[in-house]
């Protein structure tokens, strides 16, 4: 399973990848190297904090379901506990988990969330 993951902190990226040690995980610390992945590649799962530098990971999210070949991957944005509701709601448009890291990684299999 391939998985993207972009998170602004580089423990938080590490965290996640080690999480995955069945999966061939790309990891990025900011929006602009994530969009480029997306845009470039496939993915079964993608993983971002909407909190990145340079474009969020709402941006990159948008950007993945409207030009990239993961029109249809499943998506999970990490929650930092201070969300609006717009958050969720955008979340919610984009067709996306908002998760804490916390439930991240009580999920024992993450190719659940792939449809």
């Known amino acids: 399973m391939r998985v993207l993951v ?3 902190q580089e423990a938080v990226v590490k ?27 496939y ?13 969020t990971g709402f941006e990159v999210l948008r950007n993945m379901r ?19 509701p717009d958050h969720h709601r955008l979340a919610k448009q984009l067709n996306a988990a908002m998760l804490s890291i916390e439930e991240v990684m009580k999920l024992k299999n993450l190719e659940l969330w792939v449809s």
């Open 43 to 55: 993915f079964d799962l993608v993983i971002s904090s909407h909190y990145l530098p340079v474009i």
């Open 15 to 41: 965290l996640i990848e080690d999480h995955l040690p069945q999966c061939e995980v790309t990891c990025h610390t900011h929006g602009f190297a994530a969009l480029a992945s997306v845009r470039s590649a």
């Open 66 to 84: 409207l030009h990239s070949p993961n029109i249809n991957t499943s998506a999970i944005l990490l929650s930092e506990g201070n969300e609006s």
């Open 6 to 8: 972009a998170h602004w």
